[in-house]
Protein backbone atom coordinates (compact mmCIF):
# COMPACT_ATOMS: atom_id res chain seq x y z
CA UNK A 1 0.00 0.00 0.00
CA UNK A 2 1.11 3.26 -0.81
CA UNK A 3 0.16 6.83 1.18
CA UNK A 4 -1.42 9.49 -0.90
CA UNK A 5 -0.55 13.02 0.09
CA UNK A 6 -3.56 15.37 -1.13
CA UNK A 7 -3.54 18.93 -0.72
CA UNK A 8 -7.11 19.66 0.05
CA UNK A 9 -9.90 22.28 1.39
CA UNK A 10 -11.94 21.45 4.33
CA UNK A 11 -14.45 20.78 1.96
CA UNK A 12 -12.36 18.13 0.18
CA UNK A 13 -11.16 16.47 3.03
CA UNK A 14 -14.65 15.89 3.99
CA UNK A 15 -15.73 14.45 0.91
CA UNK A 16 -12.97 12.32 0.35
CA UNK A 17 -13.30 11.16 3.89
CA UNK A 18 -17.00 10.23 2.71
CA UNK A 19 -15.50 8.56 0.37
CA UNK A 20 -13.29 5.92 2.24
CA UNK A 21 -14.63 2.14 1.30
CA UNK A 22 -16.25 1.86 4.92
CA UNK A 23 -19.26 1.45 6.74
CA UNK A 24 -17.50 2.38 10.45
CA UNK A 25 -15.17 6.03 11.04
CA UNK A 26 -13.52 6.27 13.98
CA UNK A 27 -11.84 9.74 14.28
CA UNK A 28 -9.09 10.64 17.25
CA UNK A 29 -8.52 14.20 17.53
CA UNK A 30 -6.83 16.17 19.60
CA UNK A 31 -9.21 17.86 22.32
CA UNK A 32 -7.82 21.45 21.15
CA UNK A 33 -7.74 21.07 17.64
CA UNK A 34 -11.18 19.21 17.54
CA UNK A 35 -12.31 22.78 19.71
CA UNK A 36 -11.28 24.64 17.18
CA UNK A 37 -12.76 23.18 13.89
CA UNK A 38 -15.68 20.54 14.83
CA UNK A 39 -17.93 23.09 13.25
CA UNK A 40 -15.28 24.02 9.97
CA UNK A 41 -14.74 20.56 9.33
CA UNK A 42 -17.49 18.38 10.98
CA UNK A 43 -15.69 14.78 10.76
CA UNK A 44 -18.62 13.69 12.88
CA UNK A 45 -21.30 14.34 11.14
CA UNK A 46 -20.33 12.51 7.54
CA UNK A 47 -23.74 11.35 6.43
CA UNK A 48 -24.07 7.06 6.10
CA UNK A 49 -21.50 5.66 8.23
CA UNK A 50 -21.08 4.76 11.90
CA UNK A 51 -19.02 7.26 13.73
CA UNK A 52 -17.13 6.59 16.59
CA UNK A 53 -15.46 9.90 17.95
CA UNK A 54 -12.57 10.11 20.57
CA UNK A 55 -11.22 13.60 21.41
CA UNK A 56 -7.53 13.07 23.28
CA UNK A 57 -5.45 15.54 25.46
CA UNK A 58 -3.61 17.44 23.64
CA UNK A 59 0.13 16.92 21.62
CA UNK A 60 2.58 14.91 23.60
CA UNK A 61 0.09 14.03 26.97
CA UNK A 62 -1.49 11.25 24.91
CA UNK A 63 1.47 9.56 24.56
CA UNK A 64 0.79 7.48 27.19
CA UNK A 65 0.10 3.77 28.59
CA UNK A 66 -2.95 4.93 29.80
CA UNK A 67 -4.39 6.83 27.18
CA UNK A 68 -3.05 4.05 24.37
CA UNK A 69 -5.48 1.28 27.23
CA UNK A 70 -8.63 3.97 27.44
CA UNK A 71 -8.53 4.69 23.78
CA UNK A 72 -8.18 1.30 22.50
CA UNK A 73 -11.23 0.01 25.13
CA UNK A 74 -13.48 2.52 24.43
CA UNK A 75 -13.02 1.97 20.57
CA UNK A 76 -13.37 -1.51 21.56
CA UNK A 77 -16.79 -0.99 23.73
CA UNK A 78 -18.00 1.05 20.83
CA UNK A 79 -17.99 -1.89 18.27
CA UNK A 80 -15.24 -1.92 15.60
CA UNK A 81 -14.52 -4.13 13.03
CA UNK A 82 -11.28 -5.53 11.03
CA UNK A 83 -12.27 -2.84 7.73
CA UNK A 84 -13.17 0.12 10.13
CA UNK A 85 -10.72 2.96 9.22
CA UNK A 86 -9.69 5.30 11.74
CA UNK A 87 -8.80 8.86 10.97
CA UNK A 88 -6.27 10.94 13.13
CA UNK A 89 -6.49 14.71 13.56
CA UNK A 90 -4.38 16.93 14.96
CA UNK A 91 -0.12 17.36 15.18
CA UNK A 92 2.84 14.70 15.51
CA UNK A 93 1.78 13.92 18.75
CA UNK A 94 -1.50 12.69 17.98
CA UNK A 95 -1.00 10.62 14.65
CA UNK A 96 1.61 8.86 16.81
CA UNK A 97 -0.42 7.94 19.42
CA UNK A 98 -3.52 7.32 16.80
CA UNK A 99 -1.55 5.44 13.95
CA UNK A 100 -0.14 3.10 16.96
CA UNK A 101 -4.13 2.25 18.14
CA UNK A 102 -5.03 1.79 14.63
CA UNK A 103 -1.84 -0.50 14.49
CA UNK A 104 -2.51 -2.72 17.28
CA UNK A 105 -6.37 -2.18 17.24
CA UNK A 106 -7.66 -5.88 15.98
CA UNK A 107 -4.41 -6.72 14.97
CA UNK A 108 -4.16 -3.51 12.97
CA UNK A 109 -7.18 -1.46 10.92
CA UNK A 110 -6.57 0.88 8.28
CA UNK A 111 -5.95 5.05 9.01
CA UNK A 112 -5.31 8.30 7.44
CA UNK A 113 -4.26 11.46 9.12
CA UNK A 114 -5.38 14.79 9.09
CA UNK A 115 -1.64 16.54 10.05
CA UNK A 116 -2.34 20.33 11.69
CA UNK A 117 1.41 21.35 12.43
CA UNK A 118 3.88 22.31 10.14
CA UNK A 119 6.33 19.67 11.91
CA UNK A 120 3.19 16.99 11.73
CA UNK A 121 2.49 17.98 7.39
CA UNK A 122 5.99 17.80 6.29
CA UNK A 123 7.43 15.15 9.26
CA UNK A 124 5.51 12.93 11.33
CA UNK A 125 2.68 11.77 9.60
CA UNK A 126 4.84 10.85 7.02
CA UNK A 127 6.49 7.46 6.77
CA UNK A 128 4.47 5.23 9.36
CA UNK A 129 6.40 5.03 12.08
CA UNK A 130 3.82 5.40 15.21
CA UNK A 131 4.55 5.12 18.60
CA UNK A 132 3.82 5.91 22.81
CA UNK A 133 6.66 6.95 25.55
CA UNK A 134 8.04 5.02 28.44
CA UNK A 135 8.78 6.36 31.42
CA UNK A 136 12.71 5.08 30.07
CA UNK A 137 11.99 7.02 27.01
CA UNK A 138 10.37 8.88 23.92
CA UNK A 139 8.97 6.78 21.15
CA UNK A 140 10.13 3.47 22.62
CA UNK A 141 7.08 1.60 22.29
CA UNK A 142 5.66 1.70 18.59
CA UNK A 143 4.72 0.28 15.34
CA UNK A 144 5.42 0.63 11.58
CA UNK A 145 2.32 1.33 10.10
CA UNK A 146 1.81 3.41 7.48
CA UNK A 147 -1.66 5.85 6.59
CA UNK A 148 -3.72 5.43 3.67
CA UNK A 149 -4.14 9.13 3.09
CA UNK A 150 -2.54 12.40 4.40
CA UNK A 151 -4.12 15.26 3.70
CA UNK A 152 -2.85 18.50 3.91
CA UNK A 153 -4.33 21.76 4.52
CA UNK A 154 -1.90 24.79 5.15
CA UNK A 155 -4.77 27.23 6.52
CA UNK A 156 -4.44 24.83 10.29
CA UNK A 157 -1.34 26.73 10.50
CA UNK A 158 -3.16 30.51 11.02
CA UNK A 159 -4.02 29.02 14.81
CA UNK A 160 -0.80 27.23 15.30
CA UNK A 161 1.16 29.15 17.98
CA UNK A 162 4.13 30.97 16.31
CA UNK A 163 6.54 28.50 18.64
CA UNK A 164 4.69 25.24 17.15
CA UNK A 165 5.76 27.08 13.04
CA UNK A 166 8.77 27.82 14.13
CA UNK A 167 9.62 24.01 15.52
CA UNK A 168 8.94 22.76 12.09
CA UNK A 169 11.04 25.44 10.23
CA UNK A 170 14.10 22.86 11.66
CA UNK A 171 12.98 20.82 9.67
CA UNK A 172 12.36 22.63 6.54
CA UNK A 173 16.02 23.28 6.18
CA UNK A 174 16.98 19.81 6.98
CA UNK A 175 15.15 19.26 3.40
CA UNK A 176 16.24 22.14 1.52
CA UNK A 177 20.09 20.65 2.29
CA UNK A 178 18.88 17.14 1.14
CA UNK A 179 16.70 18.61 -1.87
CA UNK A 180 17.57 20.73 -4.58
CA UNK A 181 14.33 21.28 -5.52
CA UNK A 182 13.09 21.80 -2.22
CA UNK A 183 16.75 24.35 -1.78
CA UNK A 184 15.34 26.43 -4.66
CA UNK A 185 11.80 26.99 -3.98
CA UNK A 186 12.93 28.28 -0.49
CA UNK A 187 15.35 30.71 -1.19
CA UNK A 188 12.69 32.22 -3.50
CA UNK A 189 11.74 35.95 -2.31
CA UNK A 190 8.23 34.97 -1.70
CA UNK A 191 7.94 31.59 -1.69
CA UNK A 192 4.71 29.73 -1.21
CA UNK A 193 4.51 27.84 2.18
CA UNK A 194 1.54 25.89 0.60
CA UNK A 195 3.57 24.29 -2.74
CA UNK A 196 6.96 24.36 0.29
CA UNK A 197 5.20 22.06 2.75
CA UNK A 198 3.70 19.27 -0.08
CA UNK A 199 7.17 19.20 -1.28
CA UNK A 200 8.69 18.69 1.83
CA UNK A 201 5.77 15.89 2.57
CA UNK A 202 6.53 14.51 -0.74
CA UNK A 203 9.87 14.50 -0.76
CA UNK A 204 9.97 12.74 2.73
CA UNK A 205 6.87 10.31 1.46
CA UNK A 206 9.51 9.10 -1.31
CA UNK A 207 12.30 8.47 0.85
CA UNK A 208 10.62 6.17 3.29
CA UNK A 209 8.41 4.29 0.40
CA UNK A 210 11.49 3.52 -1.11
CA UNK A 211 13.20 2.32 2.68
CA UNK A 212 10.60 1.64 4.49
CA UNK A 213 12.47 0.21 8.12
CA UNK A 214 15.03 2.94 7.87
CA UNK A 215 18.27 1.05 6.95
CA UNK A 216 19.30 2.35 3.60
CA UNK A 217 18.80 6.11 2.19
CA UNK A 218 16.37 7.01 4.83
CA UNK A 219 19.02 7.80 6.67
CA UNK A 220 19.99 10.81 5.19
CA UNK A 221 16.68 12.26 7.41
CA UNK A 222 19.06 12.44 10.42
CA UNK A 223 21.47 15.15 9.08
CA UNK A 224 21.18 17.76 12.35
CA UNK A 225 19.62 15.07 14.55
CA UNK A 226 22.28 13.49 16.34
CA UNK A 227 24.02 16.69 18.14
CA UNK A 228 20.69 18.26 17.69
CA UNK A 229 19.10 15.90 20.15
CA UNK A 230 21.60 16.34 22.69
CA UNK A 231 21.00 20.23 22.37
CA UNK A 232 17.40 19.63 22.56
CA UNK A 233 17.71 17.53 25.87
CA UNK A 234 20.30 19.98 27.20
CA UNK A 235 18.58 23.36 26.92
CA UNK A 236 15.24 21.89 26.63
CA UNK A 237 14.65 23.22 23.26
CA UNK A 238 11.29 22.58 20.88
CA UNK A 239 13.19 19.35 18.50
CA UNK A 240 13.26 21.31 15.24
CA UNK A 241 15.01 24.33 16.80
CA UNK A 242 17.65 21.89 17.67
CA UNK A 243 17.63 20.04 14.44
CA UNK A 244 18.44 23.64 13.26
CA UNK A 245 21.22 23.86 15.58
CA UNK A 246 22.40 20.36 14.98
CA UNK A 247 22.80 21.08 11.51
CA UNK A 248 24.44 24.42 11.96
CA UNK A 249 27.00 22.47 14.68
CA UNK A 250 27.84 20.04 12.02
CA UNK A 251 28.48 22.19 9.17
CA UNK A 252 31.18 24.25 11.74
CA UNK A 253 32.52 20.93 13.06
CA UNK A 254 32.75 18.20 10.65
CA UNK A 255 32.56 21.14 7.41
CA UNK A 256 34.78 23.86 8.31
CA UNK A 257 31.83 26.39 8.11
CA UNK A 258 30.47 24.93 4.59
CA UNK A 259 27.33 25.85 4.08
CA UNK A 260 27.09 28.17 6.86
CA UNK A 261 25.83 30.65 3.54
CA UNK A 262 22.92 28.27 2.39
CA UNK A 263 21.88 27.90 6.62
CA UNK A 264 22.00 31.64 6.72
CA UNK A 265 19.94 32.13 3.82
CA UNK A 266 17.23 29.56 4.57
CA UNK A 267 17.39 30.87 7.64
CA UNK A 268 16.52 34.15 6.93
CA UNK A 269 13.81 33.10 4.55
CA UNK A 270 12.00 31.40 7.11
CA UNK A 271 12.82 34.93 9.55
CA UNK A 272 14.35 33.01 12.05
CA UNK A 273 17.76 34.24 11.51
CA UNK A 274 18.11 36.68 14.78
CA UNK A 275 18.42 34.43 17.56
CA UNK A 276 20.79 33.72 19.88
CA UNK A 277 22.79 30.03 19.94
CA UNK A 278 21.08 28.54 22.69
CA UNK A 279 24.66 28.07 24.76
CA UNK A 280 24.72 32.14 24.33
CA UNK A 281 26.84 33.48 27.57
CA UNK A 282 26.49 29.61 28.31
CA UNK A 283 29.83 27.39 28.49
CA UNK A 284 29.86 25.21 25.26
CA UNK A 285 28.57 21.65 26.80
CA UNK A 286 31.34 18.88 25.30
CA UNK A 287 30.74 16.36 28.58
CA UNK A 288 27.53 16.78 28.45
CA UNK A 289 26.87 16.02 24.53
CA UNK A 290 29.17 13.33 24.80
CA UNK A 291 27.29 12.02 27.84
CA UNK A 292 24.26 12.30 25.94
CA UNK A 293 25.58 11.18 22.35
CA UNK A 294 26.79 8.06 24.08
CA UNK A 295 23.48 6.24 24.69
CA UNK A 296 22.40 7.89 20.68
CA UNK A 297 20.05 4.58 19.26
CA UNK A 298 21.82 5.69 15.96
CA UNK A 299 25.40 4.44 17.31
CA UNK A 300 26.66 1.95 14.79
CA UNK A 301 28.83 0.43 17.07
CA UNK A 302 29.48 0.97 21.19
CA UNK A 303 32.77 3.56 20.14
CA UNK A 304 31.44 4.90 16.99
CA UNK A 305 28.54 7.36 15.84
CA UNK A 306 27.83 7.97 11.53
CA UNK A 307 27.24 11.45 11.24
CA UNK A 308 25.08 12.86 7.77
CA UNK A 309 27.23 15.58 6.21
CA UNK A 310 26.40 18.00 3.53
CA UNK A 311 28.79 17.13 0.27
CA UNK A 312 26.38 19.92 -1.33
CA UNK A 313 23.12 21.02 -1.71
CA UNK A 314 20.88 18.13 -2.76
CA UNK A 315 23.64 15.78 -1.89
CA UNK A 316 24.93 14.38 1.10
CA UNK A 317 27.88 11.83 2.64
CA UNK A 318 28.34 9.91 6.07
CA UNK A 319 31.00 10.27 8.00
CA UNK A 320 31.81 7.31 10.81
CA UNK A 321 33.16 9.25 14.08
CA UNK A 322 34.54 7.32 17.04
CA UNK A 323 33.59 8.85 20.16
CA UNK A 324 37.27 9.60 20.96
CA UNK A 325 37.73 11.27 18.30
CA UNK A 326 34.80 13.48 18.07
CA UNK A 327 35.19 14.58 21.98
CA UNK A 328 39.13 15.70 20.94
CA UNK A 329 37.76 18.08 17.79
CA UNK A 330 34.98 19.02 20.24
CA UNK A 331 37.18 20.31 22.90
CA UNK A 332 39.62 21.92 20.19
CA UNK A 333 37.16 23.77 18.37
CA UNK A 334 35.71 24.77 21.86
CA UNK A 335 36.62 28.91 21.93
CA UNK A 336 35.43 28.92 18.53
CA UNK A 337 32.16 27.20 19.03
CA UNK A 338 31.24 29.44 22.26
CA UNK A 339 31.43 32.55 20.29
CA UNK A 340 29.33 31.05 17.30
CA UNK A 341 27.26 33.13 15.76
CA UNK A 342 25.02 33.98 12.54
N1 LIG B 1 6.41 9.47 13.55
C1 LIG B 1 7.37 10.24 13.10
O1 LIG B 1 8.02 9.96 12.10
C2 LIG B 1 7.65 11.53 13.84
C3 LIG B 1 8.52 12.47 13.27
C4 LIG B 1 8.73 13.67 13.94
C5 LIG B 1 8.08 13.92 15.16
N2 LIG B 1 7.24 12.97 15.68
C6 LIG B 1 6.53 13.20 16.95
O2 LIG B 1 5.69 14.33 16.81
C7 LIG B 1 5.44 14.87 18.11
C8 LIG B 1 5.44 16.37 18.03
O3 LIG B 1 4.38 16.77 17.20
P1 LIG B 1 4.07 18.28 16.78
O4 LIG B 1 5.30 19.06 16.81
O5 LIG B 1 3.29 18.17 15.54
O6 LIG B 1 3.20 18.86 17.98
P2 LIG B 1 1.98 18.31 18.85
O7 LIG B 1 1.16 17.35 18.12
O8 LIG B 1 2.55 17.87 20.17
O9 LIG B 1 1.15 19.65 19.05
C9 LIG B 1 1.70 20.74 19.75
C10 LIG B 1 0.60 21.64 20.30
O10 LIG B 1 -0.01 22.36 19.24
C11 LIG B 1 -1.43 22.18 19.28
N3 LIG B 1 -1.89 22.26 17.89
C12 LIG B 1 -1.64 21.37 16.90
N4 LIG B 1 -2.10 21.84 15.74
C13 LIG B 1 -2.69 23.03 15.99
C14 LIG B 1 -3.35 24.00 15.19
N5 LIG B 1 -3.47 23.86 13.88
N6 LIG B 1 -3.87 25.08 15.81
C15 LIG B 1 -3.71 25.26 17.14
N7 LIG B 1 -3.07 24.40 17.94
C16 LIG B 1 -2.57 23.29 17.37
C17 LIG B 1 -1.64 20.86 19.96
O11 LIG B 1 -2.89 20.78 20.58
C18 LIG B 1 -0.51 20.86 20.99
O12 LIG B 1 -0.90 21.57 22.12
C19 LIG B 1 6.50 14.29 19.04
O13 LIG B 1 5.89 13.38 19.92
C20 LIG B 1 7.44 13.54 18.10
O14 LIG B 1 7.99 12.39 18.71
C21 LIG B 1 7.02 11.79 15.03
ZN1 LIG C 1 13.37 15.49 13.43
Redesign the pocket.
Known sequence: MTTKIHKSTLKEILAQVEAIDTDTLIIIA????WE??RNELPLDKIAGKKIILRTTP???GV?NFDEFASCSEYLLDKGVHRKAHLIAF???????FA?FVASTLLRGIPWSVI??????MI?????????I?SKVG??LI?AFHKPENIWLNVD??????EE?LV??YG?VIKYAFLNKDISSHLKVKKFDLNELIFKCAEYKLDLTEKDFKESGIRKCLNLGHTLGHAIEKIYSL???EAVFWGIALVLEIFQNGDFKSELKEYAKQLGIHERPVPWYKKTFPIDKIMNFISKDKKMLTKSSLEFVLVEKVGKIKYQSIPLDELEIKLESMKEKLSDYSF
Open positions: DQRLLYSGEKGGGSLSDGPTTLLSDASIGGKTANKNGFLNTLPENGEPHG
